[in-house]
Antibody
Framework: QVQLVESGGGLVKPGGSLRLSCAGS????????LSWIRQAPGKGLEWVSY????????NYADSVKGRFTISRDNAKRSLHLQMNSLGAEDTAVYYC?????????????WGQGTLVTVSS | EIVLTQSPGTLSLSPGERATLSCRAS???????FAWYQQKPGQAPRLLIY???DRVSGIPDRFSGSGSGTDFTLTISRLEPEDSAVYYC????????FGQGTKLDIK
């Protein structure tokens, strides 16, 4: 079955960096768009970034553009999110989610999320 | 950026009733690229409806989606207690945006 497992969350100081990872299994990993979607405590869902299967198409929310970088390693079936210059507004549960093939698509499968807390 | 506005913010209904959740877009969205999600506390969101009206396999037929252009609706007929959750709409035709959510309480 399709599984997405995030890791790498934790407590980081303002201005710091963190790298999130997501391991995928149970599907043709390189065929699918993948996204990071976050949810601040008690708030709604916010899409952060997506990447195509071949890594040729990436996109970012304005709120993270220039600070976050999405990447993937299809050989290792892993997705990453490098987060720099973190601020309190980045505190959230970060979900990895699978999109479509050929288009970003809706997110049929999600991981369980990893919590990022930005605080001094 | 396409802004999605959901209404109402909170909905309180009884088991067996029908729920109608609305989502309005700030500009026209292709129905091909519109979805609804359900999220329960402590869980990841679950995709219910994609392409505005296509139900994901395994989702009860009590859940149905409709709409086009700027107005979309999620209807839940014959509410059950386990339908208590927050529901989000999403467009994925122009990047991605989510609505702010509608909290549905079943009492």
């Amino acid at each position: 079955q399709v599984q997405l497992v995030e890791s790498g969350g934790g407590l980081v100081k303002p201005g710091g960096s963190l790298r999130l990872s997501c391991a995928g299994s149970g599907f043709a990993f390189s065929d699918y768009y993948l996204s990071w979607i976050r949810q601040a405590p008690g708030k709604g869902l916010e899409w952060v970034s997506y990447i195509s299967g071949s890594s040729t198409d990436t996109n970012y929310a304005d709120s993270v553009k220039g600070r976050f970088t999405i990447s993937r390693d299809n050989a290792k079936r892993s997705l990453h999110l490098q987060m720099n210059s973190l601020g309190a507004e980045d505190t959230a549960v970060y979900y990895c989610a699978r999109g479509g093939t050929g288009i970003p698509g809706s997110q049929r499968y999600w991981g369980q999320g990893t919590l990022v807390t930005v605080s001094s | 950026e396409i802004v999605l506005t959901q209404s109402p913010g909170t909905l309180s209904l009884s088991p067996g009733e029908r729920a109608t959740l609305s989502c309005r877009a700030s500009q026209s969205v292709s129905s091909t690229y519109f979805a609804w999600y359900q999220q329960k506390p402590g869980q990841a969101p679950r995709l219910l409806i994609y392409a505005a009206s296509d139900r994901v396999s395994g989702i009860p037929d009590r859940f149905s989606g409709s709409g086009s252009g700027t107005d979309f609706t999620l209807t839940i007929s014959r509410l059950e207690p386990e339908d208590s959750a927050v529901y989000y709409c999403q467009q994925y035709g122009s990047s991605y945006t989510f609505g702010q959510g509608t909290k549905l309480d079943i009492k």
